[in-house]
C-alpha cells in the first residue's frame, strides 16, 4: 500500500500554518476496527475511482484496479461479520451511493440500516464491527499520496499520525521546521496536543541538551524570576542552594512555554531581554550566563488580541512566532479516531491495551461525541471505560453518555477589535506590518481580520504599507 509523501505547500515566507489553495477530493476512511483497535486505520482518496467494493479478508487490503471502463478499487476488511462481498460504493453525478450486497449482517449509515443510501460528508458507515467515514471534498496537497495505511507506515515522532491529507502537509511542514533553529508557537484548544507536538518539534530537532516545560500559568508571581533564570545559594530567604532555573535548565536543548498567555507582562519583559540576548542574570549574581535555548511556546488564548488589549507584549509575540501551527480540534478530526486511540492504547498505561476491543455500538458512541476537551478527554474516557470493561468488550454503558457532552471548555472571548483603544490598535498595525514588510495580506492573517478591514484601518490612521516594506 502506498505511502504518504505529503509534500507540503506551506510558504515559509507566511510564518507557518500553510495550506492554501490545495485541491479537494473524495475520501473513504477506514476509521477504527471496534474488535482490534490496535490494527491501524486507512484512507483511500476516490477522485480516480468509480466504483468500491467492499468485502471480507484476512487483514485489511486495498487494491486498484481496472474493471472495464471502471476504475475499481477493492477494499478488503478482517471479521467474521462481514460478508465476502458485503457492501459496494458508486459514483453518482458529484456524490457516492453506498448500497449493501445482501450482506448477512447489514450495513449501516449513522446507525440505521440501510439497503441503498446516497451519502452526505462525514457519514459513518458501520460494515460488521469496523466504521468508515466518507468524506465528501478534502483539501490534498501536491504529491500526497491518495491512499494511506498507518499500518504500513510510522510517523516520524509520536503525535505527528495523520490520515487526513491537508493536516499531515501541515505536519510536514513543522517537521522540516523543527530541525531549523526556529521559535515555534503552537496554538489551540486545551487537550489538542500541544504539549505532545512540543516534544516532537525537540525529539526531531536533534538538539541534544533536554526538554524543559513550564507552565506559565502555574508560577508564583514572587518567585518568577528566580524560577526562570535561577538563582545563587543565600540570595534570598529560602533559597538554600544554587539553581540554574528553566531557562538554563534547557541550554542546549528546549523550552517550552505552555500557557504562555499566562505569563505577567513583567516576567515577559524578562523573557524577552534573555530571547534578545540569548543570556540570562540568575538572581543573586551580576555577570550574565550565555545560554543556548529553542523556544517552543503554546497557548490557547488569542495572543494577538491580548496585544492589542495590552496584555501581551507584541515584540514578545513576534519573537515567539517564528513558525506557527494551529491545532485541530479533535472534532475536526475524527477521522483519526483511530489512529488516537490506537496510540493511546500502547501507553504503558494500558498494559493489555492489545487486547482491547469494542462493541460496534460502543465505536459509534465514540465518532459520534464532539470531544470538547479533546485528545485528553479521549484518554481519560478510555481509562474509564477499560477499567469498567474489566478485560471485557467496551459497551457504550462503559462510555459516558456523550449524547449531552460536557460544556466546552469556556473559549476566551476576546473583546471586539472596534472597541480597542485606537493607538494600542494602531501600535500594534504597525508592529505587525514592519514584521511582515508591508505585506497586508500575512497582515490580515495574523489578526484573522479581511484584508479591507487592513486596508480601512490603514486608511484610517494614516499608514502606508510602502513605508514598511524593505
Ligand atoms: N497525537 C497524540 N497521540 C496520542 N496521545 C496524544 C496525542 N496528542 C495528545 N495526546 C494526549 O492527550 C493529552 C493532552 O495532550 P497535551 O497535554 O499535549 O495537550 P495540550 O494541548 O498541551 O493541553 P493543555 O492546553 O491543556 O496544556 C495527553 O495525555 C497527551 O499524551
Known amino acids: 500500500m502506498a505511502t504518504d509523501t505529503a509534500a507540503s505547500t506551506t510558504d515559509n515566507s507566511t510564518l507557518g500554518d500553510g495550506q492554501r489553495g490545495t485541491p479537494a477530493q473524495p475520501y473513504l476512511f477506514v476509521v477504527l476496527h471496534c474488535d482490534s483497535p490496535l490494527s491501524g486505520s486507512a484512507r483511500y482518496g476516490l477522485a480516480d475511482v468509480d466504483v468500491v467494493s467492499i468485502g471480507r479478508g484476512a487483514a485489511r487490503t486495498a487494491t486498484r484496479e481496472r474493471d472495464g471502463s471502471l476504475e475499481r478499487l477493492v477494499l478488503r476488511l478482517p471479521g467474521n461479520t462481514i460478508s465476502s462481498s458485503h457492501a459496494g460504493l458508486a459514483r453518482k453525478g458529484e456524490g457516492w451511493v453506498l448500497e449493501d450486497k ?128 535561577g538563582h545563587v545559594k543565600g540570595s534570598f530567604t529560602g533559597a538554600a542552594r544554587d539553581e540554574p532555573g528553566y531557562v538554563r535548565a534547557a541550554d542546549g536543548g528546549t523550552l517550552f512555554l505552555d500557557e504562555v498567555g499566562d505569563l505577567p507582562l513583567l516576567a515577559q519583559a524578562a523573557l524577552l531581554r534573555v530571547l534578545q540576548e540569548r543570556e540570562v542574570v540568575p538572581v543573586g549574581r551580576t555577570h550574565p550566563v550565555k545560554v543556548d535555548l529553542r523556544v517552543v511556546a503554546a497557548t490557547h488564548k488569542p495572543l494577538a488580541e491580548m496585544v492589542i488589549r495590552g496584555e501581551f507584549r507584541g515584540d514578545l509575540l513576534a519573537r515567539l512566532s517564528g513558525y506557527r501551527h494551529t491545532l485541530l480540534p479533535l472534532r475536526e478530526r475524527r477521522e483519526d479516531l483511530g489512529v488516537l486511540i490506537g496510540a493511546l492504547l500502547r501507553r504503558p498505561e494500558f498494559p493489555a491495551g492489545d487486547g482491547v476491543r469494542l462493541t460496534t455500538a460502543g465505536g459509534r458512541r465514540l465518532l459520534g461525541h464532539d470531544w470538547p476537551l479533546n485528545i485528553r478527554e479521549l484518554a481519560q474516557l478510555l481509562s474509564v471505560a477499560v477499567a469498567l470493561a474489566d478485560g471485557g468488550v467496551i ?38 506590518l514592519e514584521k511582515h514588510q508591508g505585506k497586508v495580506s500575512h497582515v490580515a492573517r495574523d489578526m484573522g481580520k479581511a484584508r479591507m478591514q487592513i486596508h480601512r484601518w490603514m486608511q484610517r490612521f494614516g499608514l502606508n504599507p510602502d513605508d514598511f516594506r524593505g
Open 102 to 229: 445482501q450482506s448477512k449482517n447489514g450495513s449501516f449509515v449513522n446507525g440505521q440500516r440501510i439497503t441503498r443510501a446516497v451519502l452526505n460528508d462525514g457519514d459513518i458507515i458501520e460494515i460488521g464491527g469496523v466504521l468508515l467515514c466518507y468524506r465528501a471534498a478534502l483539501p490534498t496537497s501536491p504529491g500526497a499520496a491518495p491512499d494511506l495505511d498507518t499500518a504500513m507506515t510510522a510517523p516520524p515522532a509520536p503525535g505527528l499520525a495523520t490520515l487526513l491529507p491537508g493536516l499531515a502537509a501541515q505536519l510536514a511542514a513543522l517537521e522540516r521546521i523543527a530541525r531549523m533553529p526556529v521559535p515555534v508557537l503552537l496554538l489551540g484548544e486545551t487537550g489538542s496536543g500541544k504539549e505532545v507536538l512540543a516534544h516532537a518539534v525537540h525529539t526531531l530537532s536533534g538538539r541534544p541538551g533536554p526538554f524543559v516545560a513550564v507552565n506559565c500559568g502555574g508560577l508564583p508571581t514572587s518567585l518568577l524570576e528566580s524560577q526562570f533564570f
Open 395 to 432: 459497551e457504550p454503558s462503559h462510555l459516558p453518555d456523550t449524547s449531552r457532552p460536557p460544556p466546552r471548555a469556556p473559549a476566551p472571548t476576546p473583546e471586539p477589535i472596534a472597541s480597542i483603544e485606537p493607538e494600542a490598535l494602531r501600535s500594534h498595525l504597525m508592529a505587525l
